[in-house]
C-alpha cells in the first residue's frame, strides 16, 4: 500500500464550491473533473480515501436562517445537499474507473448506503473512496465537523482541508502581502485566534483525540498528494 506516504488513510474535506467552479451555483464538469483526477492520482497508488463535501455550491443553512428560516429546517437542506454533491462525485470517479461509494448519515433507500463504520471501514480496506454525505445527521453541525467525526470513527490518520490558500496565515494573504504561512499551528492557538478554517466543534475534536488537520491549497493538481507524502512547505499542519 502506497509506502511512500505518511497518511495512508486519510479525510478529504472539500467544500460545494469546488464543484460548481467559476459558476456562481450548481455543478463545472471541468471543476468536477479536477476534483477527480486529484483523487484518481493518489488512488493509484492505493491509498485509503475519505471524501466529505460541503453543499456551498447548492445550499447553505445559514443563508436560509438569516432570511427567516427555522434553523434546524435549513441545516436538514444542507445535508440533503452534501448528499446531491456526493452523488455527483461517486457518479464522476466511477467513470473515471476509481470505486466509490456514498454512504449517508440517514437512511435513504436504493440512493446510498447507510452510514455503518464497520462496513466503511471495510470499504476502504476493499479500495473505494467512501464519500460521507448528510454531515452527522444532526442540525447545529458542519460538514467540517462531520470529516473529523467520520475520520476519527474510522481510523483516519488525518484530515486534510482543502482551501484555496496553502495553509493557515497570520493574517489574510489576499489583503495583507506581509502575512505569513504558518507551517504548524496547535489547535488552542486556533481557537484562541478565532481562526475560520474549521469550525470550533471539528478543532476541539480533533484537539481531544491527536488527529492532525492539514489545510492546503487544492487548486494545484499535485498538492493533495504532496501533503499526504508529509511536504510541509505547501501547507499547516494543526497539531
Known amino acids: 500500500m502506497g509506502s511512500d506516504y505518511t497518511y495512508k488513510r486519510a479525510m478529504l474535506k472539500i ?45 447553505r443553512g ?55 463504520r464497520q462496513k466503511a471501514v471495510e470499504h476502504f480496506e476493499d479500495g473505494y473512496v467512501v464519500i460521507f454525505a448528510g454531515g452527522t445527521g444532526n442540525p447545529f453541525f458542519t460538514t467540517d465537523s462531520a470529516a473529523t467525526l467520520r475520520a476519527l470513527e474510522t481510523g483516519c490518520e488525518a ?11 497570520t493574517a489574510d494573504p489576499f489583503k495583507d502581502p506581509t502575512a505569513e504561512r504558518y507551517e504548524t499551528i496547535t489547535y488552542g492557538e486556533c481557537l484562541s485566534q478565532q481562526l475560520k478554517i474549521m469550525d470550533s466543534t471539528a478543532f476541539s475534536m480533533a484537539s481531544d483525540n491527536n488527529m492532525p488537520i492539514i489545510v492546503f491549497n487544492f487548486s494545484d493538481p499535485e498538492n493533495l498528494g504532496k501533503v499526504l507524502r508529509g511536504n510541509t512547505t505547501i501547507c499547516t499542519v494543526v497539531k
Open 15 to 59: 467544500s460545494g464550491e469546488a464543484l460548481n467552479g467559476s459558476q456562481a451555483h450548481g455543478y463545472s464538469a471541468e471543476a468536477v473533473k479536477s476534483v477527480v483526477d486529484c483523487v484518481k492520482t493518489v488512488k493509484e497508488n492505493e491509498l485509503e480515501l475519505g471524501i466529505v463535501v460541503g453543499a456551498g455550491n447548492i445550499w
Open 62 to 116: 445559514i443563508n436560509g436562517q438569516s432570511s427567516g428560516m427555522d434553523r434546524v429546517t435549513a441545516d436538514h437542506m444542507g445535508m440533503l445537499a452534501t448528499v446531491m454533491n456526493g452523488l455527483c462525485l461517486k457518479d464522476a470517479l466511477v467513470s473515471a474507473g476509481v470505486k466509490a461509494i456514498v454512504m449517508t448519515s440517514f437512511p435513504l433507500g436504493g440512493i446510498a448506503e447507510t452510514y455503518d
Open 159 to 169: 484530515v486534510l482541508k482543502a482551501t484555496k490558500v496553502d495553509g493557515i496565515y
